[in-house]
């Protein structure tokens, strides 16, 4: 049985936080459900729960103190209204409105502070790129024909947007690595692109076996990375490579 499976796993690990963690969770309305779960993540698919916590007079509570489990989860009390959470090395508070956990609030969290903003410049990211893409598709690209030298003026604009929407992205990654949070400070150095980064050793092997990163999406992000930042560009790729991210 899958949950036989998770009890064998405890029992293999050995690395804990330095003190235990607790995620305290408050209902704000009547309406509760009898348990609360945090869900497992192949990716960013939902498995099976890992923990339970019962509901007692609209409080729930879940202890963990294995540096193992840190990572991405989902909380809720089932799969198909659950939110995001990331476990660290930190205590935290959620407010919930009730049995639909995907309005909930997180409190007091630096982690989970930083996947809200991970998930925002993500998407500014890829919202810059699918601009350029979209502006290079429809004005620039009719130009090469009857227009060279405009052609050639709107194609180097597009390339410095190109460059200046990395260069951002850029800085909040290296940010990242500075970050008080220890968890936070893996996915800035799992993701990070600076003036020693190459295509040669821009991956690790090891970081395909940490599960706190193999959760979620940060190792497809990083792939996309790979290719948005290290191929090369010029008339013919620019479409190509606008759309790696989209």
Do not use: M
């Amino acid at each position: 049985a899958a949950s036989d499976v998770y009890k064998r796993q405890i029992l293999l690990f050995t690395v804990t936080f330095s003190k235990s963690y607790k995620i305290s969770g408050t209902f704000l309305t009547k309406e509760q459900p009898k348990y609360v779960y945090l869900y497992d993540l192949w990716g960013n698919y939902l498995q099976n729960s890992v923990d339970s916590s019962l509901v007692k007079k609209g409080v729930f509570t879940f202890t963990y103190e294995d540096k193992n489990l840190e990572g991405l989860y989902y909380i809720g009390a089932n799969k198909q209204k659950a939110s995001p959470i990331i476990i660290a090395e930190e205590n935290i508070s959620v407010i919930a409105q009730g049995i639909d956990f995907s309005s909930i609030s997180i409190e007091n969290s630096p982690a989970n502070t930083f996947f809200k903003e991970y998930l925002a410049e993500n998407k500014n990211f890829e919202e810059g790129f699918a601009k350029i893409n979209k502006e290079f598709q429809e004005k620039v690209a009719p130009l090469e024909k009857v227009d060279a030298v405009k052609y050639n003026q709107e194609y180097q604009r597009l390339v410095q947007e190109i460059q200046k929407t990395r260069a951002n992205y850029k800085t909040f990654l290296s940010n990242l690595t500075k970050h008080s949070n220890s968890f936070v400070q893996k996915i800035g150095n799992l993701l990070e692109i600076n003036d020693v980064t190459n295509q040669l050793n821009y991956f690790s092997k090891n970081e395909f076996y940490d599960e706190s990163i193999t959760r979620g999406d940060f190792i497809v992000r990083k792939v996309n990375l790979y290719f948005t930042f290290f191929s090369t560009l010029n008339a013919k790729t620019l479409p190509q490579q606008t759309e790696l991210l989209l």
